[in-house]
């Protein structure tokens, strides 16, 4: 099993009245993926492996047939994504100390 990342895409509404679907190419290092999404649909999720090279593209299909020009995006599949921070910081336990005006610095 490889690492990988799950992608959600905004996807823009289409350009025409006439949309009656949209076709979704994903190609991830040279293996091509077809599918199609819903024109109204505002998001799209793709899975990509560590390390590959991406390119999405959307083509929108009128009424007719015609087939959009691609709108496309590419992306290098890399993790960007910190990890997450520690819990929050809590004070165990308290005592009441004598502390010298002058400190010597801590070693």
């Given at each position: 099993?490889?690492?990988?990342?799950r992608?959600?895409?905004?996807?823009?509404?289409p350009?025409a009245e006439?949309v009656v679907?949209?076709?979704?190419k994903?190609?991830?290092?040279?293996?091509?993926k077809?599918f199609?999404?819903?024109?109204?649909?505002?998001?799209l999720?793709?899975e990509a492996?560590?390390?590959t090279d991406?390119?999405?593209?959307l083509?929108?299909?009128?009424?007719?047939g015609?087939d959009?020009t691609?709108?496309v995006f590419?992306?290098?599949?890399?993790?960007?994504v910190?990890?997450?921070?520690?819990?929050?910081l809590g004070?165990l336990?308290?005592?009441?100390?004598d502390?010298p005006?002058?400190v010597p610095?801590?070693?």
């Amino acid at each position: 099993m490889a690492q990988g990342f799950r992608y959600t895409f905004a996807v823009p509404p289409p350009a025409a009245e006439d949309v009656v679907k949209t076709k979704v190419k994903h190609t991830s290092d040279g293996k091509s993926k077809d599918f199609e999404i819903d024109p109204t649909a505002a998001t799209l999720q793709v899975e990509a492996v560590q390390g590959t090279d991406n390119v999405l593209e959307l083509v929108d299909v009128d009424d007719a047939g015609n087939d959009s020009t691609p709108s496309v995006f590419s992306w290098l599949a890399i993790d960007t994504v910190p990890p997450l921070a520690r819990g929050q910081l809590g004070i165990l336990q308290t005592e009441e100390i004598d502390i010298p005006d002058e400190v010597p610095p801590q070693e």
